[in-house]
Nanobody, 126 residues
């Protein structure tokens, strides 16, 4: 059920920054929460960050991107952005936008996600 559209991925060197954007097809107020998860080849899915309808940011319990990622949303444009700084090679993954409850987006169970996109790739070279 891919309903969200991501953009902004690419290749950067370690220490660089990227801004990912997610376009929702409808009013994002219809979702309890929106956010991002990532998955690298051969690795488990990992929540990155989510943001509630009230604008509260929610981090996963084990946040490997602590201090290097922020999230924002534009209700008028139905978009959610993920800003990543000081990127590391281990951040390389496919980044997916998701909608659902905040805790599910950052920690699963993933089967309870309401919607997600096909992802945008991020590659960080050392």
């Amino acid at each position: 059920m891919a309903q969200l559209q991501e953009s902004g991925g690419g290749s950067v060197q370690a220490g660089g920054s990227l801004r990912l954007s997610c376009q929702a097809p409808r009013d994002i107020y219809n979702y309890d929460c929106m956010g991002w998860f990532r998955q690298a080849p051969g690795k488990e899915r990992e929540g990155v960050m989510s943001i509630s309808t009230r604008g509260k940011a929610i981090y996963p319990g084990a946040n490997s991107m602590n201090g290097r990622v922020t999230i924002s949303k534009d209700n008028a444009k139905n978009t959610v952005e993920l800003n990543m700084t000081n990127l590391k090679p281990e951040d390389s993954a496919m980044y997916h936008c998701a909608a659902g409850t905040c805790s599910v987006i950052v920690g699963g169970p993933w089967k309870f996600l309401k919607a997600w996109g096909q992802g945008t790739p991020v590659a960080v070279s050392s």
